[in-house]
């Protein structure tokens, strides 16, 4: 059994969830004279690769110490929705199943493709990543629960539409461009689509049934789309933490893994030795690109 890493590079440059504190490191004690390097770090939870504990939304929930390596590490469906859904788009569980077989009780990764804005990418862009990235309505959030998933894993900022979050308040210039994508689209506003109702209902309506999600995924994801296979999520055993950075990695057989590292070294890779698929950013910028056809200026991707 080898292992594929799914889990985004950490350092001060990683952006944490929008206002949330990101990472601080500073030495305490360097090799001359004290023989040793030592640090000390400071951050927010809720910083690259990381996993929502149950009690960050629910008050008598489980802290991260409380999940099991049973929960954790399971039969997995990983689905590339890169093809379908743009800047501010809503996926549905149709979208997933129609790429994808997910079996009640999985683990399910949702490749929205992202991970290309991620902070280490040549497409980096970090507002595009939290703020204008796709997700879900209550539709999915049933059919979720329907299906008994384990846990969602998502490659962007939030499990959550960003438009469905409080960025919808601090990011006005976004809002209005999402405003006009949903008028357009669904015939509605923001707060007609997402009412008060529906209020980070991935978090809000899946943490009391222990629907957790996984956010700001990535590494060699690219790899792995549109198939099952088992995949782990392994945070600290963090006592009252109600949320954990952590790695989150795919597991395959060590043939198969040949065969992945062969097509690794085929595809352009991150400064930090990810692989990616241009494609995929290409199939987003025309997406984008036919939901913004007709705003009051062009948007250029």
């Not at 862009?125 to 969602?152: N, T």
């Not at 990011?171 to 461009?177: E, F, G, L, N, V």
């Amino acid at each position: 059994m080898k292992l594929i890493d799914l889990t985004i590079p950490l350092g001060i440059g990683t952006p944490p969830w929008p206002t949330y504190e990101p990472l601080q490191v500073k030495y305490f004690k360097r090799l001359a004279p004290n023989g040793a390097n030592g640090q000390v770090v400071t951050h927010s939870n809720h910083l690259g690769t990381h996993l929502d504990g149950q009690c960050h939304f629910y008050t008598p929930g489980k802290d991260i110490a409380s999940l099991s390596l049973d929960y954790l590490v399971h039969e997995a469906a990983i689905v590339d929705l890169s093809d379908v859904a743009g800047d501010y788009d809503v996926y549905t569980s149709k979208m997933i199943t129609d790429r994808v077989e997910v079996k009640e009780g999985d683990i399910l990764i949702i490749h929205t493709g992202y991970h290309h804005f991620g902070w280490t990418q040549p497409t980096g862009d970090e507002v595009r990543y939290m703020v204008q990235h796709p997700g879900p309505d209550r539709e999915f959030a049933e059919w979720a629960k329907k299906m008994k998933l384990r846990w969602i894993g998502v490659d962007c900022g939030s499990a959550d539409h960003p438009m469905n979050t409080i960025i919808r308040n601090w990011m006005p210039r976004q809002t209005k461009q999402a405003e006009f994508v949903f008028e357009k689209k669904f015939g509605k506003s923001l707060a007609q689509f997402y009412d008060d109702s529906k209020y980070q209902l991935m978090h809000l309506e899946m943490f009391p049934d222990n629907i957790l999600h996984a956010e700001c995924l990535g590494g060699d994801i690219d790899l792995v789309l549109n198939r099952r296979l088992t995949v782990g999520f392994f945070p600290w055993r963090f006592v009252d933490g109600e949320a954990s950075i952590g790695r989150c990695v795919a597991m395959v057989e060590d043939d198969e893994y040949e065969e992945l590292m062969k097509k690794k070294e085929s595809m352009p890779k991150t400064r930090f030795g990810d692989c990616y698929d241009p494609k995929h950013v290409e199939s987003l910028n025309k997406l984008s690109t036919e939901n913004m056809a007709g705003y009051d200026y062009e948007i250029k991707y």
